[in-house]
């Protein structure tokens, strides 16, 4: 089975920044499409950040010029720069979607969070 494994999280301080890694065991889904998302307890997954296999990236408005997601082909990163408190949230690695996408639905493999904390 294709597991992805995210590690990175940590508490930081507001204007601090964070590097995000998906690791991805078993078949290699690095190469696929792959996205960021950040949750919030009680609300629904956001789509933050995304690469497919050529490399095109897209980028939800709250976090563009400040996150910056890159693969190579053992992970997927994904550079937090210039945190705010309200970027705080689990952030999952997710892997599966067919073109950059920021939805969910569009990804079949995620992994199991790391937390961010900003304050």
């Known amino acids: 089975d294709v597991q992805l494994v995210e590690s990175g999280g940590d508490s930081v301080q507001a204007g601090g920044s964070l590097r995000l890694s998906c690791a991805a065991s078993?078949?290699?889904?690095?190469?696929?499409?792959m996205g960021w998302f950040r949750q919030i307890s009680g609300k629904e997954r956001e789509g933050l950040a995304t690469i497919d296999s050529r490399g095109i990236t897209a980028y939800a408005d709250s976090v563009k010029g400040r996150f910056t997601i890159s693969k190579d082909n053992t992970k997927v990163t994904l550079d937090l720069d210039k945190l705010r408190p309200e970027d705080s949230g689990m952030y999952y690695c997710a892997a599966g979607c067919w073109a950059p996408a920021l939805t969910p639905r569009a990804f079949t493999v995620w992994g199991q969070g790391t937390q961010v904390t900003v304050s």
């Open positions: 078993g078949r290699n889904y690095v190469k696929w499409c």
